[in-house]
Nanobody, 125 residues
Framework: QVQLVESGGGLVQTGGSLRLSCAASRFTLSSYTMGWFRQAPGKEREFVAAIRWSGDTTYYADSVKGRFTISRDNAKNTVSLQMNSLKPEDTAVYYC??????????????????WGQGTQVTVSS
């Protein structure tokens, strides 16, 4: 069974940093565009960042551009999200997922499958 497992969440103060990791099992992550989404309490899940299977193109939500960096380590079969200059509004459960292969859907959660269980990120003010 294809599985994605996120890790690295936690509690951090405003301005701090966290690095999230998404590990894949039973499929080769390097063959797919991968994305990170987040869901804050009472809000819908929203796009955060994505990276193409080739690793040469990345996509970011305007709210995280310049602060977050998505990367992939194909040797370890993982995708990471480095989050710097964190703000209280970044507080959410963060999920990784695999894109179905249509680059037109890279910003839409409907274009993704194999969602992980999520990892909680809390930024205190």
């Amino acid at each position: 069974q294809v599985q994605l497992v996120e890790s690295g969440g936690g509690l951090v103060q405003t301005g701090g940093s966290l690095r999230l990791s998404c590990a894949a099992s039973r499929f080769t992550l390097s063959s797919y565009t991968m994305g990170w989404f987040r869901q804050a309490p009472g809000k819908e899940r929203e796009f955060v960042a994505a990276i193409r299977w080739s690793g040469d193109t990345t996509y970011y939500a305007d709210s995280v551009k310049g602060r977050f960096t998505i990367s992939r380590d194909n040797a370890k079969n993982t995708v990471s999200l480095q989050m710097n200059s964190l703000k209280p509004e970044d507080t959410a459960v963060y999920y990784c997922a695999r894109n179905l292969g249509d680059i037109r859907t890279v910003y839409q959660q409907a274009g993704y499958v194999n969602w992980g269980q999520g990892t909680q990120v809390t930024v205190s003010s």
